[in-house]
């Protein structure tokens, strides 16, 4: 699989090269190659995963400036050595409860948003557990580069609720774990989790 999907890793290179050149170039004819560059990086992931041209140049290559890895952060809570999942309406699969990081707020207080939105539970974040680099975890294959924040929180009131994006919240042990939504978080990456709740482990960080 790793060597199949080789052609991604080229494409997401190409395509952060590009970007990378048309935010520094002041060259027009530069320029024109970058644009072109953009491009050929959008025609292969177009091609190889059988999408649209169009939708794969919005996802894909439509920001500007020098591109940087993407930050999901989760929010890891536990209850009577049960962790907090969410069923996500997006795959009806569960995740940790969390999402994109957004401008203007921590990664604690990312993960106490996302928590409340996602599950009805009001959380005090407490601190990082891991910062994993997607790529490295067995995830399915992603169009962007991402650096994954797994942060501690503690309960501190709310009650269970489903949020806009979520349709169910529970809390499972390691032995019964629902089926996962392998795009947000791995089994392996649960697992780790389980094991992190000593608070004098140290953060892990690939």
């Not at 009001?122 to 910062?131: D, F, T």
């Amino acid at each position: 699989m790793e060597k199949k999907m080789k052609w991604l890793d080229w494409a997401k290179e190409i395509q952060a090269l590009a970007q990378a050149g048309l935010a520094y170039t002041k060259d027009e004819f530069d320029k024109e190659r970058f644009i072109r560059l953009r491009e050929i990086s959008c025609e292969m992931v177009a091609e190889y995963a059988e999408t649209d041209f169009l939708k794969v140049k919005q996802l894909f290559a439509d920001e500007s400036g020098y591109q940087t890895p993407k930050v999901d952060v989760r929010a890891v809570i536990f209850k009577d050595g049960g962790l907090l999942l969410v069923q996500e309406k997006a795959d009806g699969k569960w995740a940790l409860p969390g999402g994109w990081a957004d401008i203007g707020l921590t990664p604690k207080e990312i993960a106490v948003k996302e928590a409340f939105e996602e599950t009805g539970f009001k959380v005090e974040a407490k601190r990082l557990l891991a910062v994993m680099d997607k790529k490295r975890h067995n995830h399915p294959p992603s169009a962007y580069h991402v650096y994954k924040m797994f942060i501690a929180c503690d309960i501190v009131g709310g009650k269970a609720a489903a949020g806009t994006e979520t349709k169910n919240v529970d809390f499972f042990s390691l032995e019964n774990l629902p089926e996962l939504s392998e795009a947000r978080n791995t089994y392996e990456q649960i697992a780790f989790l389980f094991q992190e709740t000593n608070a004098s482990h140290p953060v892990y960080c690939d």
